[in-house]
Structures are given as C-alpha cells and as structure tokens.
C-alpha cells in the first residue's frame, strides 16, 4: 500500500534552534517525493521535490530508500517557518497512480 | 500570472442536494486534480484529469464525479449530499503532472447540514 506517515503532529522550536520534520513512507516501487506547506491563511504550496535535490528557504530533505524517510531539515529556524508541513508521495496504487499526503505537522517556531 | 482559481469560496447544502464545485487552473496547465480535506482524513486524493480525460481515480463512491473541458476548467459534482462530505475541496493545477508539483487553489468549503 501507498502510505505517508508524519508522526509529529505538533512540532515546536526556538528561532534559531535545528528543525527535523519526519516523514516515512511505504511504497513497493521508487516513489517520488515532496514537502508542500501552508502558511497561516495561505494556500497550500509546493515546497521543494526529492529529483529536484534542491533548497528552498534554507530547507532541504534527503531521500533515504533504506529508511524509507523523507525528513525535511532547516538548521536554523526562523518565526516565519510557522506553518503546516504535508510529506507527500507520489506513486502507483491498485493501477491508479496519485499524489498520497500524509497527516501534516504544525511547526510552530517561537521566538 | 493568476492561480487556480474555485468558485464558490463557501457553500452550504442539504443533505440529499447535489453539488458541482468548479476550479479553473492556471493558464497553460492541463493536469487538474481535485482533494477532499478534513480534519480527520486529513488530503485525500478525488481524482485527476489531464486534457479532459480522468486519469486517475481515488476511493471515493460514485456520488462524487468531475469532468474537464477543452480550455482546461474543471468541475467536479457531488450528488445526494451526506454529512460527511461536508469538507474543503481543493484544486490544484500542475503543467506535466503530479510528478512536477502541484499549484493548490484556496479551495471551496463546504458544509452539508
């Protein structure tokens, strides 16, 4: 089965302390990967993709096929970090292919 | 560049009524997907449409439906409301696919009473 698994639901941090948002997943082929966030009464938006092995806003997350993690890391966290955090994959199930998003995390980053 | 775009933002049914939510992406994007959100459920995948054929389909019952036309817009319908549908449904847009990232829209809430 396609399944995504955030298992912190609240994650809260002191600006400038490490953030680690976890995020495993469960797939029998070679899934693709993404974080999307939701700022407070914004829309939800594409953070950044596994392929793309790319930073955004000082976040990055490395795909780790042993674990089967996908945690998404900042090494300072700033106020504005605040939001929800969706791990999402991308994959085939039951010959239907979709976008599966596990259960979001809210970080809140105080100051 | 504008964004998705749903209409309505708000609605408020009664059980049994029918629904038809309506999304239009953003210009040039052919791949249209639509997800229920809920507190409890949290995104769950509706269906997705790529040059007004479904191409892909989640496990929702019959009683939820969409279509794509030609200019890309989309709607989907839900028909003998339950309680349970009551819910935000998302939109969201991508150039190639779920594979390139999706653009989300601000969704339509509804709530069946």
């Known amino acids: 089965a396609q399944r995504v698994t955030q298992p912190e639901k609240l994650l809260s941090v002191f600006k400038g302390a490490p953030v680690e948002l976890k995020c495993n997943y469960s797939y029998s082929g070679s899934p693709e990967l993404f974080w999307y966030v939701q700022y407070s009464r914004q829309r939800l938006q594409l953070l950044l993709r596994?392929?793309s092995r790319e930073s955004i806003k000082g976040f990055t997350a490395d795909l780790n096929k042993g674990e089967t993690s996908f945690h998404l890391k900042k090494p300072f966290a700033q106020e504005e970090d605040s939001a929800m955090y969706y791990c999402a994959l991308s994959g085939t199930q039951g010959g239907s292919e979709k976008l599966v998003f596990g259960k979001g995390t809210k970080l809140t980053v105080n100051p | 560049k504008a964004g998705v775009t749903q209409t309505p933002r708000y609605l408020i049914k009664t059980r049994g009524q029918q629904v038809t939510l309506s999304c239009s992406p953003i210009s040039g994007h052919r791949s249209v997907s639509w997800y229920q959100q809920t507190p409890g459920q949290g995104l769950q995948f509706l269906f997705e449409y790529f040059s007004e054929t479904q191409r892909n389909k989640g496990n929702f019952p019959g009683r939820f439906s969409g279509r794509q036309f030609s200019n890309s817009r989309s709607e989907m319908n839900v028909s003998t409301l339950e309680l349970g549908d009551s819910a935000l449904y998302l939109c969201a847009s991508s150039f190639r696919g779920r594979n390139y990232g999706y653009t989300f829209g601000s969704g339509t809430r509804l709530t069946v009473v």
């Open positions: 596994h392929i």
